[in-house]
């Protein structure tokens, strides 16, 4: 039972536009969600969190959106950086909770 | 900046082997998790831990597994008789408290081969 989806498998950009990645979860009992980036051959890290009060959290070149009517998530990158190319996950997890909920996966890659 | 790290990087092993799977969580983090992705799939979670002992455990994570902390600062995995489609990139990931919002600190990850 996928509880976090991530439909696109993979997105490219240009260098300096922006990247939107996107996110549904079927859990209403979700109230706390991440997105973790990953580079081969290293373990993801934390790039954003958004908790279910809020609908928008802001960091840099980052933006995570919350639609929780839609259980809906997306990440902004703008303006997209080289960098950026690697695999974006999304995560989901109820307060309180132990485990966090994993999506499969967005491949980005920014082309310069 | 402290961080979660894992040993060795990669392990290949024969089928039917036992494998220990080495992490050192942060140090002042309380709750310790295990992960798994196999290649091109997603994270799939496998258990956590907490105060010495499991606090939740997927279905993947069977009577062949087990975790331990042997003392303060490791956290392991052991797969008793490794099968084939255990090979994946096992991660470690700890985190400081759950009851407010924090997110997980992942290690570098094992890759394990099984022949």
């Known amino acids: 039972d996928q509880q976090v989806k991530q439909n696109s498998p993979s997105l490219s950009v240009q260098e300096g536009r922006i990247s939107i990645l996107n996110c549904d979860y079927t859990?209403?009992?979700?109230?706390?969600f991440l997105w973790y980036k990953k580079y081969p051959a290293e373990g993801p890290t934390f790039l954003i969190s958004?908790?279910?009060?809020?609908d928008k959290n802001e960091d840099g070149r980052f933006t995570v959106f919350l639609n929780k009517s839609a259980k809906h998530l997306s990440l902004h990158i703008v303006p997209s950086q080289p960098g950026d190319s690697a695999v974006y996950f999304c995560?989901?997890?109820?307060?309180?909770?132990?485990?966090?909920?994993f999506g499969t996966g967005t491949s980005l890659t920014v082309i310069p | 900046e402290p961080e979660v790290t894992q040993t060795p990087s990669h392990q290949v092993t024969q089928m039917g082997q036992e494998v220990i799977l080495r992490c050192v969580p942060i140090?002042?983090?309380?709750?310790f998790y295990w992960y798994r992705q196999i290649l091109g799939q997603k994270v799939e979670f496998l258990v956590s831990?907490?105060?010495?002992?499991?606090?939740?455990k997927s279905e993947i994570f069977d009577d062949q597994f087990s975790v331990e902390r042997p003392d303060g600062s490791n956290f392991t995995l052991k797969i008793r008789s490794t099968k084939l489609e255990d090979s994946a990139m096992y991660f470690c990931?700890?985190?400081?408290?759950?009851?407010?919002?924090?997110?997980?600190?992942f290690g570098p990850g094992t890759r394990l081969t099984v022949l």
């Open positions: 859990n209403s009992m979700f109230d706390y």
């Open positions: 990931a700890s985190r400081g408290q759950i009851n407010s919002y924090n997110e997980q600190f």
């Open positions: 995560a989901a997890s109820e307060i309180g909770g132990n485990q966090f909920y």
């Open positions: 140090s002042n983090h309380l709750y």
């Open positions: 831990f907490y105060n010495n002992e499991i606090s939740e």
């Open positions: 958004i908790s279910s009060i809020k």
